[in-house]
């Protein structure tokens, strides 16, 4: 039998040898000897791998000698794979670990040996190398576009990975067509990153008013990722916006100057602006009379030159600039040539007073006229008068002219551009208003003195004002000077319209004169007599003397004894039923019994009782008719003044009379509270004492006003 070699032949000798030790068993056989050897021979031989691949992705490996090498797709975990293996040994292990194919799972982050061992405990180290294959960049997202214009916009991409290869370039390209790439687009930008990250791009030279769809791109050496795709619209160019046209200026008979302001172009470049007019209202650049190209591309001007307009005519005037949308227009401004001034102003109003040496002169306006000369003199005559020129209102002040005295004629002369027109025909007035009267007027009198009271008495020390009053009120110089003849028996003390007037220590006459601050001769005087008094005397107001404190006293504005010297009560009949008792006043509001507080206590009464018929009121209103009721200050008396005996004997309170005193009791309880003290008479001379309420049948009321001076 002709036996072939290597594996072969020898498998075919030990399957005869096998066959022969089969009809040979039994017995020692030499050939099972053989048998057994050559097993032992083929055993150590099977320790090869012969197919290696990856489960998941399904990836087959490449084996050379005792190198494997697996390529996975990019991004593949290697931390966790499963592999397929074909091996001709009898196990396979991994750092001691025994490996199933289709199972075992290994960490292929590095190189992973396999180790065959045959059936007769040898061994072959497999080196099993798995890496990533190689991709174009991975972008996780396209940024939506932002500061969106007529003509720019903003978006940028982000970089996940960059696929296994360095990228080389990346940015975001757009088109007018969805999915736009990097060969097929209006436009790209190439200032993305080279790593992952994020970044932004600026997009130029897009077309106003159009959609574009924009992709974040990179590159490496496999080729082009893309991210998503995001889409927007620019802004739709607009005509230019113009806020004003600039007040018309520098106006002549056929020319004046105007402008404009330009607030936005729009996004859209201005190729010209300037003005445009007509004697229609609205004019447009392609409806108009004139215009001019002299204006700006931005912001303010004022200098647009029009002319050739017609002398006297009412004209419209708009700025205007021109895009490449169009033209937009600024307000309306009217305006008229000047005519030549063929008309003098009217002289409305000379005179009046705006102040010391001033005159106020106000005008019609000429038609046609831009300025106006105000010419003035002393005399009627237009040479040689004084000017003030180039007046734009319609009315001036003339000033530090003389007062009073002088007349003054004045001329108002128009002119324009082309010159003057004729002057206005004169009108004059003299400059200030003089006090023409002055009256003076006692603080404690209810007539003024010029108006029949020439004198007025004064005693020892006793002190008092003069007011006085000029006419007529809007006097140019409001203010007088006063004077006495003798300080002896009047010494003054002057502000402005009033003087306080104080009498001397002896009886005697002075007089007291105001005289007008204008120098025009108005001027008041008053004539003061000093006299002595005593008590029992008649006193100022026909009353009689019923107390004398010593001297005319001076203190704070609160003492009850402050300002005055004597007490003098009326003896006119006086006889009424007249009372408070039936009302009451606030404890808040004591009345005080003492000498000098009835008109204190008077006050108190009639601030809560007003004009109601009480003692207090009537005697507040009396005014003794012998003066011709020449004093408003009489008061009813309190307590204590009442308690004066030279009081109870000259105010002769006849027999059952009671009279009223203005103190009121603080300490009754009873509804009758607060009633004012009164003193009861039962008889000519039988005094019955003080009471604090009386109403009784056999009474009579009265009550006896007091003054002081």
Same mark, same amino acid.
């Given at each position: 039998?002709?036996?072939?070699?290597?594996?072969?032949?020898?498998?075919?000798?030990?399957?005869?040898?096998?066959?022969?030790?089969?009809?040979?068993?039994?017995?020692?056989?030499?050939?099972?000897?053989? =048998?057994?050897?050559?097993?032992?021979?083929?055993?150590?031989?099977?320790?090869?791998?012969?197919?290696?691949?990856?489960?998941?992705?399904?990836?087959?490996?490449?084996?050379?000698?005792?190198?494997?090498?697996?390529?996975?797709?990019?991004?593949?975990?290697?931390?966790?794979?499963?592999?397929?293996?074909?091996?001709?040994?009898?196990?396979?292990?991994?750092?001691?670990?025994?490996?199933t194919s289709n199972v075992t799972i290994n960490n292929f982050t590095s190189p992973v040996g396999y180790l065959v061992a045959a059936s007769d405990g040898s061994t072959q180290l497999y080196t099993v190398t798995v890496t990533l294959g190689v991709t174009t960049p991975i972008l996780s997202a396209t940024t939506a576009a932002s500061s969106v214009s007529t003509s720019t916009a903003v978006?940028?991409?982000?970089?996940?990975?960059?696929?296994?290869?360095?990228?080389?370039?990346?940015?975001?390209?757009?088109?007018?067509?969805?999915?736009?790439?990097?060969?097929?687009?209006?436009?790209?930008?190439?200032?993305?990153?080279? !790593?992952?990250?994020?970044?932004?791009?600026?997009?130029?030279?897009?077309?106003?008013?159009?959609?574009?769809?924009?992709?974040?791109?990179?590159?490496?050496?496999?080729?082009?990722?893309?991210?998503?795709?995001?889409?927007?619209?620019?802004?739709?160019?607009?005509?230019?916006?113009?806020?004003?046209?600039?007040?018309?200026?520098?106006?002549?008979?056929?020319?004046?100057?105007?402008?404009?302001?330009?607030?936005?172009?729009?996004?859209?470049?201005?190729?010209?602006?300037?003005?445009?007019?007509?004697?229609?209202?609205?004019?447009?650049?392609? !409806?108009?009379?004139?215009?001019?190209?002299?204006?700006?591309? !931005?912001?303010?001007?004022?200098?647009?030159?029009?002319?050739?307009?017609?002398?006297?005519?009412?004209?419209?005037?708009?700025?205007?600039?021109?895009?490449?949308?169009?033209?937009?227009?600024?307000?309306?401004?009217?305006?008229?040539?000047?005519?030549?001034?063929?008309?003098?102003?009217?002289?409305? =109003?000379?005179?009046? +007073?705006?102040?010391?040496?001033?005159?106020?002169?106000?005008?019609?306006?000429?038609?046609?006229?831009?300025?106006?000369?105000?010419?003035?003199?002393? +005399?009627?005559?237009?040479?040689?008068?004084?000017?003030?020129?180039?007046?734009?209102?319609?009315?001036?002040?003339?000033?530090?002219?003389?007062?009073?005295?002088?007349?003054?004629? =004045?001329?108002?002369?128009?002119?324009?551009? +082309?010159?003057?027109?004729?002057?206005?025909?004169?009108?004059?007035?003299?400059?200030?208003?003089?006090?023409?009267?002055?009256?003076?007027?006692?603080?404690?009198?209810?007539?003024?003195?010029?108006?029949?009271? +020439?004198?007025?008495?004064?005693?020892?020390?006793?002190?008092?004002?003069?007011?006085?009053?000029?006419?007529?009120?809007?006097?140019?110089?409001?203010?007088?000077?006063?004077?006495?003849?003798?300080?002896?028996?009047?010494?003054?003390?002057?502000?402005?319209?009033?003087?306080?007037?104080?009498?001397?220590?002896?009886?005697?006459?002075?007089?007291?004169?105001?005289?007008?601050?204008?120098?025009?001769?108005?001027?008041?005087?008053?004539?003061?007599?000093?006299?002595?008094?005593? =008590?029992?005397?008649?006193?100022?107001?026909?009353?009689?003397?019923?107390?004398?404190?010593?001297?005319?006293?001076?203190?704070?504005?609160?003492?009850?004894?402050?300002?005055?010297?004597?007490?003098?009560?009326?003896?006119?009949?006086?006889?009424?039923?007249?009372?408070?008792?039936?009302?009451?006043?606030?404890?808040?509001?004591?009345?005080?019994?003492?000498?000098?507080?009835?008109?204190?206590?008077?006050?108190?009464?009639?601030?809560?009782?007003?004009?109601?018929?009480?003692?207090?009121?009537?005697?507040?209103?009396?005014?003794?008719?012998?003066?011709?009721?020449?004093?408003?200050?009489?008061?009813?008396?309190?307590?204590?003044?009442?308690?004066?005996?030279?009081?109870?004997?000259?105010?002769?309170?006849?027999?059952?009379?009671?009279?009223?005193?203005?103190?009121?009791?603080?300490?009754?309880?009873?509804?009758?509270?607060?009633?004012?003290?009164?003193?009861?008479?039962?008889?000519?001379?039988?005094?019955?004492?003080?009471?604090?309420?009386?109403?009784?049948?056999?009474?009579?009321?009265?009550?006896?006003?007091?003054?002081?001076?």
């Amino acid at each position: 039998m002709k036996m072939s070699s290597g594996r072969g032949a020898r498998s075919a000798v030990i399957g005869a040898a096998v066959l022969l030790a089969l009809v040979f068993t039994g017995c020692d056989n030499p050939v099972l000897d053989t =048998v057994a050897q050559m097993r032992a021979e083929t055993a150590t031989a099977q320790k090869d791998m012969t197919a290696f691949s990856i489960k998941d992705p399904a990836v087959i490996g490449t084996i050379s000698g005792t190198d494997v090498a697996v390529t996975v797709p990019y991004g593949t975990d290697l931390t966790g794979l499963v592999a397929v293996f074909t091996i001709t040994g009898a196990s396979v292990t991994v750092n001691g670990v025994t490996q199933t194919s289709n199972v075992t799972i290994n960490n292929f982050t590095s190189p992973v040996g396999y180790l065959v061992a045959a059936s007769d405990g040898s061994t072959q180290l497999y080196t099993v190398t798995v890496t990533l294959g190689v991709t174009t960049p991975i972008l996780s997202a396209t940024t939506a576009a932002s500061s969106v214009s007529t003509s720019t916009a903003v978006s940028g991409g982000t970089i996940t990975a960059n696929g296994g290869s360095a990228i080389t370039s990346s940015g975001i390209c757009w088109n007018t067509t969805e999915n736009p790439t990097v060969d097929s687009c209006a436009g790209k930008t190439t200032d993305g990153l080279t !790593s992952a990250g994020s970044w932004t791009s600026t997009m130029t030279g897009l077309t106003d008013g159009t959609t574009y769809y924009v992709r974040a791109y990179a590159t490496n050496a496999i080729g082009t990722g893309y991210g998503a795709q995001v889409s927007f619209t620019t802004i739709s160019k607009t005509l230019p916006v113009l806020s004003a046209t600039a007040t018309v200026t520098s106006i002549g008979t056929t020319t004046a100057y105007s402008g404009g302001t330009i607030t936005t172009d729009n996004d859209s470049t201005i190729m010209v602006s300037g003005v445009c007019w007509s004697t229609d209202e609205n004019p447009t650049i392609t !409806s108009c009379t004139g215009k001019t190209t002299d204006g700006a591309t !931005s912001g303010t001007w004022s200098d647009s030159y029009m002319e050739s307009l017609s002398i006297g005519t009412k004209y419209y005037v708009r700025a205007y600039a021109t895009n490449a949308k169009g033209t937009g227009y600024g307000p309306q401004v009217g305006f008229t040539t000047l005519s030549y001034v063929s008309t003098a102003p009217t002289l409305t =109003v000379v005179g009046g +007073t705006a102040g010391s040496g001033e005159l106020t002169v106000s005008w019609s306006a000429a038609t046609g006229a831009t300025s106006y000369d105000v010419y003035y003199n002393t +005399t009627n005559a237009f040479a040689g008068a004084s000017s003030v020129g180039n007046v734009t209102d319609t009315s001036l002040t003339l000033t530090s002219l003389t007062n009073f005295t002088q007349l003054y004629y =004045v001329w108002i002369v128009a002119r324009n551009a +082309t010159g003057v027109g004729p002057q206005s025909p004169s009108n004059s007035s003299i400059v200030g208003v003089p006090v023409t009267a002055i009256t003076l007027q006692r603080s404690a009198d209810t007539q003024s003195i010029s108006g029949g009271r +020439t004198a007025d008495a004064f005693v020892y020390y006793s002190r008092d004002t003069l007011v006085a009053t000029i006419t007529p009120m809007d006097a140019t110089v409001p203010t007088v000077s006063w004077s006495t003849s003798s300080s002896t028996y009047a010494a003054i003390s002057a502000s402005s319209l009033t003087c306080l007037i104080t009498a001397g220590s002896a009886a005697g006459s002075a007089t007291v004169k105001a005289t007008a601050d204008d120098g025009q001769g108005a001027s008041v005087s008053c004539a003061i007599t000093v006299t002595s008094n005593a =008590v029992g005397q008649t006193g100022p107001g026909g009353g009689k003397i019923v107390y004398d404190q010593g001297s005319y006293t001076t203190g704070t504005s609160t003492s009850a004894t402050y300002g005055w010297r004597y007490l003098e009560t009326s003896v006119a009949s006086t006889s009424r039923t007249a009372y408070f008792s039936s009302k009451s006043l606030s404890s808040d509001d004591p009345t005080y019994s003492g000498i000098g507080y009835g008109p204190t206590n008077t006050s108190i009464v009639l601030s809560h009782f007003g004009t109601a018929s009480t003692a207090a009121y009537l005697a507040h209103c009396y005014q003794d008719s012998a003066t011709g009721g020449a004093f408003s200050d009489w008061f009813l008396p309190s307590q204590g003044e009442m308690s004066i005996s030279a009081w109870l004997t000259y105010a002769a309170i006849p027999s059952y009379y009671v009279a009223w005193s203005s103190y009121a009791n603080a300490s009754m309880s009873s509804a009758e509270a607060y009633a004012n003290a009164s003193y009861d008479y039962n008889g000519s001379s039988a005094v019955t004492g003080w009471y604090w309420f009386v109403n009784t049948a056999n009474s009579h009321e009265i009550y006896v006003p007091t003054r002081r001076f």
